[in-house]
């Protein structure tokens, strides 16, 4: 993908959502801790615990109302869902989406969103589900706090951090792993 690709997705999406609630025909949840982190064109969530993002039983479409500019309410189409979200202030702002390089300078499936001061690092493995860690930048912006991740027991920890763009296309980050490295710059956005 070209690093200035024009956005596929609205910036009214665009950002880190919190879901509040989901009512299912199997009960009602407001306590799961689920985020949804929207660049212009990629996303990821992270739900805890991991079964928590509602069914996935095949392809099915859903009807989206914004009751607010940072709330919506999604209504699924096939079966009986509704699912409210709710944007974290702290998203707005810078809207970035990298791709790890390898030895050899190539990207790799390895992600790495930022929508404001929130981060969404995805990480690929051999065996089973990806690594993925949520966390949030410090006041500083050169540490960021693993808020979730579905790799205990890393939660809560405080990880240095500080990223540059070097050119149309290639970015760094300098600071402690899994982060550092060479990223190829999929999509930057600054606010």
Not at 115 to 144: I, S, V
Not at 156 to 167: F, K, M, S, T, V
């Amino acid at each position: 993908m070209a690093p200035h690709a024009p956005l596929a997705v609205a910036s009214a999406y665009q950002g880190v959502w919190a879901r509040t609630l989901l009512e299912t025909p199997a009960g009602r949840d407001t306590t799961s801790w689920v985020r949804w982190v929207q660049t212009g064109n990629w996303h990821g969530a992270l739900s805890d615990p991991d079964d928590t993002l509602g069914p996935r039983s095949g392809p099915g479409a859903e009807h989206s109302v914004f009751q607010t500019p940072d709330r919506i309410v999604q209504t699924a189409l096939r079966e009986r869902q509704l699912a409210v979200w709710e944007r974290l202030p702290a998203s707005r702002g810078c809207r970035i989406a990298l791709a790890r390089r390898d030895t050899q300078g190539l990207p790799t499936q390895e992600r790495l969103l930022v929508c404001g001061e929130y981060l969404l690092h995805f990480r690929p493995t051999p065996h089973g589900a990806p690594d993925l860690a949520f966390g949030r930048l410090d006041e500083t912006g050169t540490h960021w706090h693993v808020e979730r991740t579905n790799q205990a027991p890393v939660d809560g920890r405080e990880r240095a951090w500080r990223l540059q763009r070097l050119g149309m296309d290639l970015a760094t980050v300098n600071g402690d792993e899994p982060l550092a490295g060479t990223w190829e710059v999929l999509e930057w956005l600054e606010m």
